[in-house]
T-cell receptor
Framework: TQLLEQSPQFLSIQEGENLTVYCNSS?????LQWYRQEPGEGPVLLVT?????EVKKLKRLTFQFGDARKDSSLHITAAQPGDTGLYLC???????????FGKGTLLTVNP | EAQVTQNPRYLITVTGKKLTVTCSQN?????MSWYRQDPGLGLRQIYY???????DKGDVPEGYKVSRKEKRNFPLILESPSPNQTSLYFC????????????FGEGSWLTVV
């Protein structure tokens, strides 16, 4: 069974600070996704990375896929209260649509 | 508007009483799946389907059944619910196997007493 470990599990910061969330595994994934989930709602896909070393940016969010495709990071610059939520990473094994999720990082950005 | 619709959103039921959670998507997606989300355990895949009449087990299939008779619908069936199936359930659909265009439903809170 493939496992994804996310760290930190909880993160509380002040508005304007920068932060990085990590997603690590001993397994290789064909793709890795990041989601944000707000209370009472389903996860919303933020980005998919598929190539080792790939970097994608989404406004103040920067996503990186490790060279060996076993890990990923999410960096948020100048965090805002609207960034508050549960951030999930999920790894895909290829064509069989089987996704493995990490347990998530609960981010709170205080005004 | 792209939608994945789950029903019911909230349900309290008793042990052993069969129930079905419906899931419907309006995007003509081939891929659909069911997850459960539990505190400390995260999201775990129950079953997934790659097309009509094609389904496969995820990580935690025990106690659940699914069917995919139509492309748009993917119901989750609990034949004999038990308290350990109390959870938040999500249905998801995607147009491709990598999940690049995946959409999740709003979730179904299920309590089995």
């Amino acid at each position: 069974t493939q496992l994804l470990e996310q760290s930190p599990q909880f993160l509380s910061i002040q508005e304007g600070e920068n932060l990085t969330v990590y997603c690590n595994s001993s397994s290789v994934f064909s793709s890795l996704q990041w989601y944000r989930q707000e209370p009472g709602e389903g996860p919303v896909l933020l980005v998919t990375v598929v190539t080792g070393g790939e970097v994608k940016k989404l406004k103040r969010l920067t996503f990186q896929f490790g060279d060996a495709r076993k890990d990923s990071s999410l960096h948020i610059t100048a965090a805002q209260p609207g960034d508050t939520g549960l951030y999930l990473c999920a790894g895909g094994g290829g064509s069989n649509y089987k996704l493995t999720f990490g347990k998530g990082t609960l981010l709170t950005v205080n005004p | 508007e792209a939608q994945v619709t789950q029903n019911p959103r909230y349900l309290i039921t008793v042990t052993g009483k069969k129930l079905t959670v419906t899931c419907s998507q309006n995007m003509n997606h081939e891929y659909m799946s069911w997850y459960r989300q539990d505190p400390g355990l995260g999201l775990r895949q129950i079953y997934y389907s790659m097309n009509v009449e094609v389904t496969d087990k995820g990580d935690v299939p025990e106690g659940y059944k699914v069917s995919r008779k139509e492309k748009r619908n993917f119901p989750l069936i609990l034949e004999s619910p038990s308290p350990n199936q109390t959870s938040l359930y999500f249905c998801a659909s995607s147009s491709d196997s990598s999940g690049n265009t995946i959409y999740f439903g709003e979730g179904s809170w299920l309590t089995v007493v």
